[in-house]
């Protein structure tokens, strides 16, 4: 709103104010108002659960809050993008309400939730972008019928949800390895909106690549406390809204299947989790009994490796599929 009044002389400004208050506005935010949080009740069958026990969690309301109000107010967001910073928000909500809740929310009704948003957000895109996708950058669209795109694209939110979410249980794991993600996607829309590409306008590249910077500022606003030992936790109300944001980066490029390698960490470790489940509601017994998941607790329990360890290397496994895959697409 702001950088549409102050035009191209003021646009660059903004940009740098928009950067700066979303790292030092998250950090001077999250030390004012930690102790409003809701505190977490420790995670009975996690690996190290009990450490979590007393401290405040929910912080995701804080620096996803920053983010969506510095975007609204400091980028040149059009009404798609309104929407989905709409949609973070209210991903954002239901995630903090569940953190804040004595007693947490059951499957279905999370489920429920999940989809609504899931739903909206791919209706958006449809209205906006039509249902065709890519490949490779430079190679031509495929078109599918919008009714076919907007399940995929609902299952791929949906998923993308569920599996951040899962990875949020060591400190500093979540928000590192989305620093790996959300910096691979910045890539891809740098190069996507150049003229010679063509694949996305200049303008939206330049808008969702300042909104990415944006949110990982506040990421990293945010990962200022939590690194470990934490001193206070994203919760569902963070997890949730990274995993949407991902999501709707990997089809914004029109790209949705980089969702796969530049995610991948996250689709494993929380994914074999929710495969896990499924499973055993498939097959009504135990299944994948020696895999402890998520995968971070099994690296924790079984493989003996130390917060710090799990961190690191689940983030040098993520860099090391991105980085492989970046160069061979657009370099």
Same mark, same amino acid.
């Given at each position: 709103?702001?950088?549409?009044?102050?035009?191209?002389?003021?646009?660059?400004?903004?940009?740098?104010?928009?950067?700066?208050?979303?790292?030092?506005?998250?950090?001077?935010?999250?030390?004012?108002?930690?102790?409003?949080?809701?505190?977490?009740?420790?995670?009975?069958?996690?690996?190290?659960?009990?450490?979590?026990?007393?401290?405040?969690?929910?912080?995701?309301?804080?620096?996803?809050?920053?983010?969506?109000?510095?975007?609204?107010?400091?980028?040149?967001?059009?009404?798609?993008?309104?929407?989905?910073?709409?949609?973070?928000?209210?991903?954002?909500?239901?995630?903090?309400?569940?953190?804040?809740?004595?007693?947490?929310?059951?499957?279905?009704?999370?489920?429920?939730?999940?989809?609504?948003?899931?739903?909206?957000?791919?209706?958006?895109?449809?209205?906006?972008?039509?249902?065709?996708?890519?490949?490779?950058?430079?190679?031509?669209?495929?078109?599918?019928?919008?009714?076919?795109?907007?399940?995929?694209?609902?299952?791929?939110?949906?998923?993308?949800?569920?599996?951040?979410?899962?990875?949020?249980?060591?400190?500093?794991?979540?928000?590192?390895?989305?620093?790996?993600?959300?910096?691979?996607?910045?890539?891809?829309?740098?190069?996507?909106?150049?003229?010679?590409?063509?694949?996305?306008?200049?303008?939206?590249?330049?808008?969702?690549?300042?909104?990415?910077?944006?949110?990982?500022?506040?990421?990293?606003?945010?990962?200022?406390?939590?690194?470990?030992?934490?001193?206070?936790?994203?919760?569902?109300?963070?997890?949730?809204?990274?995993?949407?944001?991902?999501?709707?980066?990997?089809?914004?490029?029109?790209?949705?299947?980089?969702?796969?390698?530049?995610?991948?960490?996250?689709?494993?470790?929380?994914? !074999?989790?929710?495969?896990?489940?499924?499973? !055993?509601?498939?097959?009504?017994?135990?299944?994948?009994?020696?895999?402890?998941?998520?995968?971070?607790?099994?690296?924790?329990?079984?493989?003996?490796?130390?917060?710090?360890?799990?961190?690191?290397?689940?983030?040098?496994?993520?860099?090391?599929?991105?980085?492989?895959?970046?160069?061979?697409?657009?370099?």
């Amino acid at each position: 709103m702001i950088y549409k009044l102050l035009g191209s002389t003021g646009s660059h400004y903004c940009l740098l104010a928009c950067f700066a208050l979303a790292f030092l506005g998250t950090i001077c935010l999250l030390s004012w108002l930690k102790n409003l949080l809701p505190v977490d009740g420790g995670k009975e069958f996690a690996v190290n659960g009990e450490k979590s026990k007393g401290k405040p969690r929910g912080a995701g309301i804080i620096f996803i809050l920053v983010f969506a109000i510095l975007s609204f107010l400091l980028l040149p967001a059009d009404n798609e993008a309104m929407i989905y910073l709409l949609m973070l928000v209210a991903a954002m909500l239901t995630g903090y309400l569940d953190d804040a809740s004595s007693k947490p929310w059951g499957r279905l009704k999370k489920g429920l939730l999940d989809f609504v948003i899931a739903g909206v957000c791919a209706g958006t895109y449809i209205n906006f972008n039509g249902s065709s996708f890519r490949l490779l950058p430079d190679g031509g669209t495929i078109e599918l019928h919008p009714v076919l795109f907007c399940a995929l694209a609902i299952i791929l939110i949906f998923a993308a949800i569920n599996v951040v979410n899962c990875t949020d249980g060591v400190d500093g794991l979540c928000g590192t390895i989305a620093l790996v993600s959300l910096l691979s996607f910045y890539v891809v829309f740098n190069y996507l909106g150049k003229e010679s590409v063509g694949v996305i306008s200049g303008s939206d590249a330049a808008l969702y690549g300042a909104m990415i910077i944006t949110f990982l500022l506040s990421l990293m606003g945010y990962l200022w406390f939590n690194a470990s030992p934490s001193r206070l936790m994203m919760g569902d109300a963070g997890s949730r809204a990274i995993g949407l944001f991902v999501a709707l980066l990997s089809l914004r490029c029109s790209m949705p299947f980089l969702f796969l390698p530049l995610c991948l960490v996250f689709i494993v470790d929380g994914g !074999i989790g929710l495969v896990k489940i499924i499973l !055993i509601k498939l097959f009504r017994r135990p299944m994948l009994k020696k895999i402890r998941t998520p995968l971070h607790d099994h690296a924790r329990k079984v493989k003996g490796w130390s917060d710090t360890q799990t961190v690191f290397r689940l983030a040098i496994i993520q860099v090391a599929v991105s980085i492989p895959v970046l160069c061979a697409l657009f370099m």
